[in-house]
T-cell receptor, first 117, second 113 residues
């Protein structure tokens, strides 16, 4: 079975600085997707960034980028120029690319990010 | 385009009762998944429906069930509620499940007293 681990329950960053959130996962599959979701106090999960395992190039979305290390099964999220609105809980998630596993997402325990003004 | 809508947003029930939660997916989306979020267990997958059929199920007791209608709207039901069922229940919709993005609703906060 696949597992996702986020070892940092809480992180803090100064506004405008850069912060990196860590995520490791375990799987025997070769084809899968990895995601970072943001959950603000409103509780709605918002997709931040997505990475396909077959792509070597790291995904980037504006101030958000990932460092995907497939061999090490590591998938970290870097937030540049942190803003107050980035404060939230961040979840790393795994989804198999096998159609038999459908849309099931496996989540890590989450990292609460505090942004200090 | 309207997002994923979950109703009700908040619910208080008594132990032993049953409850039904509703999820209306984004128009055109045929896959609906349900997740339970608690402080202790985190986010756990309950089940997924696609075109009115349950495609995948998580490791939850039979008290948790769901269904999907022809318009893709989905309901989940929990019978004989226990205190431990208190949680935020999140619904996610996607075009077809695998290989497509999942968009989440704002959740239903269920409190069992």
């Amino acid at each position: 079975a696949q597992t996702v681990t986020q070892s940092q329950p809480e992180m803090s960053v100064q506004e405008a600085e850069t912060v990196t959130l860590s995520c490791t996962y375990d799987t025997s599959e070769s084809d899968y997707y990895l995601f970072w979701y943001k959950q603000p106090p409103s509780r709605q999960m918002i997709l931040v960034i997505r990475q396909e395992a077959y792509k070597q190039q790291n995904a980037t979305e504006n101030r958000f980028s990932v460092n995907f290390q497939k061999a090490a099964k590591s998938f970290s999220l870097k937030i540049s120029d942190s803003q107050l609105g980035d404060a939230a809980m961040y979840f790393c998630a795994y989804r198999s690319a096998s159609s038999s596993n459908t849309g099931k997402l496996i989540f890590g325990q989450g990292t609460t990010l505090q942004v200090k003004p | 385009k309207a997002g994923v809508t979950q109703t009700p947003r908040y619910l208080i029930k008594t132990r032993g009762q049953q409850v039904t939660l509703s999820c209306s997916p984004i128009s055109g989306h045929r896959s609906v998944s349900w997740y339970q979020q608690t402080p202790g267990q985190g986010l756990q997958f309950l089940f997924e429906y696609f075109s009115e059929t349950q495609r995948n199920k998580g490791n939850f007791p039979g008290r948790f069930s769901g269904r999907q209608f022809s318009n893709s709207r989905s309901e989940m039901n929990v019978s004989t509620l226990e205190l431990g069922d208190s949680a935020l229940y999140l619904c996610a919709s996607s075009l077809r499940g695998w290989n497509t993005e999942a968009f989440f609703g704002q959740g239903t906060r269920l409190t069992v007293v």
